[in-house]
């Protein structure tokens, strides 16, 4: 059974400051993603990554996989209050989107001014 | 980019009755649809996997007697929640893939709340 666990699952941070949010995986896989949700929302698409060192940035949010490790990071640069939001990873073990993704629990971020 | 459109956006019904939800892909026809469920609070989880004019594929722990999938097209999967209850309440949400696609598409949602 594929098991994806994000760490830390609660974070709150002040503006100006970088954190980084952790997602491993328990089976093989090359494809992750990692979403943003707010609150009463659907998911909103963040990166896609689909293969082991793949690095992809958007704004100030940087996204890495390591497949050999099982592990993908989500980088946070100098925070600002808008990016707060809850964060998942997910995976698909597929790697063809036949399967349905495994999320991970997903960490609150609130930014602080 | 692909869109996918839930109905209702939410719905509240009487504990015994039944609710349809409608997932439309708009601008392509997906191969695969899925079905997840969040309640409040949690992560998402898989409830099946619909493909056009086959049977759908549930996860396990989830009743297909109650959660009746229906795939009559490549662009349209619908979730009947049957005899719906008050555990039923949570936060449905589909998405729609093409074979080969890099990604899956997501719907908005909808949120069901049973009395």
């Known amino acids: 059974e594929l098991k994806v666990e994000q760490n830390p699952l609660f974070l709150s941070m002040q503006e100006g400051k970088n954190y980084t949010i952790y997602c491993n995986y328990s089976t093989t896989s090359d494809r992750l993603y990692w979403y943003r949700q707010d609150p009463g929302k659907s998911l909103e698409s963040l990166f896609v990554l689909l293969s082991n060192g793949a690095v992809k940035q958007e704004g100030r949010l940087m996204a890495s996989l390591d497949t050999k490790a099982r592990l993908s990071t989500l980088h946070i640069t100098a925070a600002v209050h808008d990016l707060s939001a809850t964060y998942f990873c997910a995976v698909d073990i597929s790697g063809g989107g036949a399967d349905g993704l495994t999320f991970g629990k997903g960490t609150h971020l609130i930014i602080q001014p | 980019g692909a869109v996918v459109s839930q109905h209702p956006s939410w719905v509240i019904c009487k504990s015994g009755t039944s609710v349809k939800i409608e997932c439309r892909s708009l601008d392509f026809q997906a191969t695969t649809m899925f079905w997840y469920r969040q309640f409040p609070k949690q992560s998402l989880m898989l409830m099946a996997t619909s493909n056009e004019g086959s049977k759908a594929t549930y996860e396990q722990g989830v009743e297909k007697d109650k959660f009746l999938i229906n795939h009559a097209s490549l662009t349209l999967s619908t979730l009947t929640v049957t005899s719906a209850h008050p555990e039923d309440s949570s936060f449905y949400i589909c998405?729609?893939?093409?074979?080969?696609?890099?990604?899956?598409?997501f719907g908005p949602g909808t949120r069901l709340l049973v009395l």
């Open positions: 998405s729609a893939s093409l074979a080969g696609a890099e990604t899956q598409y």
